[in-house]
């Protein structure tokens, strides 16, 4: 492909003159530049393979090349002591939330950039929404692969349970009894599985239903666990999935081995973020037709389904970095325009650009509750924030699926570990 071609694939979708050339970057002057950039991708993901493929572009267009370095997931806790240290690092990338509360010191402000280039009416703007919240105001983040959470079924598996479009639950008990039927109807197959690190999504959602997402926060950091009657209820129905018999026997398994049963054909509905298509389809090679609803409300709670977890990966970009332009301009080009499209289209995720509305089919059921959330909750509505606590919540929530606790037991180990 040519060199001008390449440099309308990049600008297309984006802004007709503010990316490279714009900002002043040719290749003549560009000569022998180069970005270093840490990725949380690992080289063989599909994610890396559009990002590379966006990093030759954007070198045939500038003459900068982009030394990636592919550090996988473990960038979370490498960024910080790597800087710290010295190391030249121009951008990163992680889950954008933690780039802005962990790495945000680290980080340049982006809204002048940002700015020049008409970027922000590009951004979904539940996302600018929260970058802006966690940075005080300032734009230290660039949102990519967005999420939405919910809960996640086949719905090959769901009709060979016996259950139709009118059984999608929109209500606690609705939900309960679609998986009572569904256990009592002779099938054989598992109502709902989940794997141990999203224990806390189950009961995070509860929660949040019944008390919203400040209310969560404040029972976490004030460990008022003992003086919400709500946060024993939740407990009380969270674990009466497993008790009943509605999750699968292995619940919760090991790494991503009970969202696998949905793809194997043993379980039907599994609540995860709108990766888990793309990681089913990695980990067991089926192509399922997916549906899609939100976590149900509950009778009297403060939120419904208008509350989800939303949030997406980001780029960051190091103050101290002698290229910030030019890694602006890079990071553009994979959050926005052809290279956004083609992210999406490959590992099924949301785009991050509002200009592209095409959502991948595996996915497409939950547009139109994503287009409805009006509360935005955080990951595990919370439940990670603390690093001193977080460890601890787990625990006791394993215990809890696993009913080595009874909910007041539960409770009562959350309330005596925080203080």
């Known amino acids: 492909m040519k060199k001008k071609q390449i440099m309308s694939v990049l600008l297309c979708g984006v802004m007709a003159v503010t990316t490279f050339a714009a900002t002043g970057v040719s290749a003549q002057a560009a000569d022998k530049k180069e970005l270093t950039y840490w990725s949380m991708w690992n080289s063989t993901e599909n994610q890396a393979k559009v990002i590379q493929e966006a990093a030759d572009a954007y070198e045939e267009a500038t003459g ?9 997931r473990d960038v979370k806790t490498m960024i910080g002591a790597a800087l710290d240290a010295g190391e030249a690092i121009d951008l990163f990338d992680d889950d954008f939330q933690r ?9 340049v402000d982006l809204t002048e950039m940002a700015a020049a280039a008409d970027y922000e009416k590009h951004i979904m703007p539940v996302l600018l929404d929260q970058a802006k919240k966690w940075g005080d105001d300032k734009l230290l983040v660039m949102p990519y692969q967005p999420y939405t959470t919910g809960v996640w079924y086949n719905k090959d598996l769901w009709e060979e349970a016996g259950l139709t479009d009118e059984d999608v639950p929109e209500t606690w008990d609705e939900l309960v009894a679609a998986c009572k039927k569904i256990k009592e109807g002779g099938s054989g197959l598992n109502p709902m599985t989940c794997d141990s690190d999203f224990v806390n999504l189950l009961y995070g959602f509860q929660l949040a239903r019944y008390v919203g997402q400040d209310k969560v926060m404040d029972i976490i950091n004030n460990c008022e666990w003992a003086d919400v009657p709500e946060a024993k209820k939740a407990a009380e129905e969270i674990q009466s999935l497993f008790s009943e018999g509605y999750m699968s026997e292995y619940a919760p398994a090991n790494g991503t081995d009970g969202q696998s049963e949905i793809g194997y054909g043993e379980s039907i509905m599994v609540l995860q973020a709108s990766w888990v298509p793309n990681e089913i389809i990695q980990t067991t090679g089926t192509e399922v037709n997916w549906g899609f609803f939100p976590w149900p409300a509950v009778e009297g709670g403060t939120d419904g389904i208008e509350g989800s977890m939303v949030g997406s990966q980001g780029f960051g970009i190091v ?4 290229m910030q332009q030019e890694a602006f301009d890079f990071a553009l080009s994979v959050c926005t325009g052809e290279y956004d499209l083609k992210m999406a289209e490959s590992v099924n995720s949301i785009p991050a650009d509002t200009d592209n509305t095409q959502w991948p089919a595996a996915i497409l059921g939950a547009e139109p509750f994503f287009k409805n959330v009006t509360k935005s909750y955080m990951w595990a509505v919370g439940f990670q924030t603390n690093a001193d606590y977080k460890e601890i919540i787990q625990e006791h929530l394993i215990n809890l699926a696993t009913q080595k606790e009874t909910p007041d037991e539960f409770i009562e180990a959350l309330a005596a570990a925080k203080k």
Do not use: M, P, R, T
Not at 64 to 72: A, P, R, S
């Open 319 to 322: 103050a101290k970095s002698e």
């Open 99 to 107: 780039v802005v509360e962990q790495d945000g010191k680290y980080l």
């Open 64 to 72: 900068i090349h982009v030394n990636i370095e592919w550090k996988g």
